[in-house]
């Protein structure tokens, strides 16, 4: 099996078991999700902005960490599709949205640019102890994050958002992939930044 076919594979696992956990099950997640990311946030400067995104779903709900962020007075950036990229627009709660391309909700408004960014919070399916992240395959923020300096060069922190059960033993690797900082999950933050990178698997 190559590693296309073992990210599919481990995909479409992924996808069934998100769609078969509870209602009530999705909303503790999410209120847990929030307490967790919202003392993150207390590690940063009061003016660094981060970037979250508006949920599928059976995606880990970010709303409410996104809500809490604003409401301290952080500005809070979300992306659209557009074209092959993703664009970044200012978001509090309340703002309207359309279904994208994708069905994903997304923004209305101005894009702008990513100056400022102290966290990235992100979408994923799965991250393995290295930190390499498992993406829903689409490539959008493979293509974001790779004009994006590494957190030791004075990039952002990219925290994939997932489930307690989706931090896994390994994530099959290509070159093009990034690797995340740290993991958010309703169990708190598992940090990768010491971790040493695995190499890609062939």
Excluded at 14 to 32: K, P, T
Excluded at 70 to 89: C, F, M, N
Excluded at 170 to 182: G, L, T
Aim: charged share 25%; hydrophobic share 40%; with cysteine.
């Amino acid at each position: 099996m190559n590693v296309h076919q073992a990210k599919a594979r481990m995909r479409t696992g992924i996808r069934a078991a998100r769609s078969s956990r509870s209602e009530a099950d999705r909303s503790s997640a999410a209120q847990s999700l929030a307490y967790h990311g919202l003392n993150m946030l207390t590690d940063l400067p009061v003016d660094a902005v981060l970037t979250g995104y508006l949920s599928l779903p059976t995606e880990p709900d970010l709303d409410p960490l996104m809500a809490g962020a604003s409401a301290a007075g952080r500005r809070v950036l979300v992306p659209r599709i557009e074209g092959r990229d993703l664009a970044w627009v200012e978001f509090s709660p309340g703002d309207p949205v359309r279904s994208g391309p994708l069905g994903i909700r997304e923004p209305l408004g101005p894009a702008v640019d990513l100056a400022s960014v102290g966290v990235m919070f992100l979408p994923g399916l799965a991250v393995g102890p290295d930190g390499c992240r498992l993406g829903q395959g689409g490539g959008y923020y493979d293509r974001a994050l790779s004009a994006i300096p590494e957190h030791a060069d004075g990039g952002p922190r990219l925290v994939i958002v997932l489930f307690g059960d989706e931090v896994i033993d390994a994530v099959p690797a290509e070159e093009h992939d990034r690797h995340v900082d740290a993991a958010l999950t309703p169990l708190g933050v598992t940090d990768f930044s010491r971790r040493e990178p695995q190499a890609p698997t062939r």
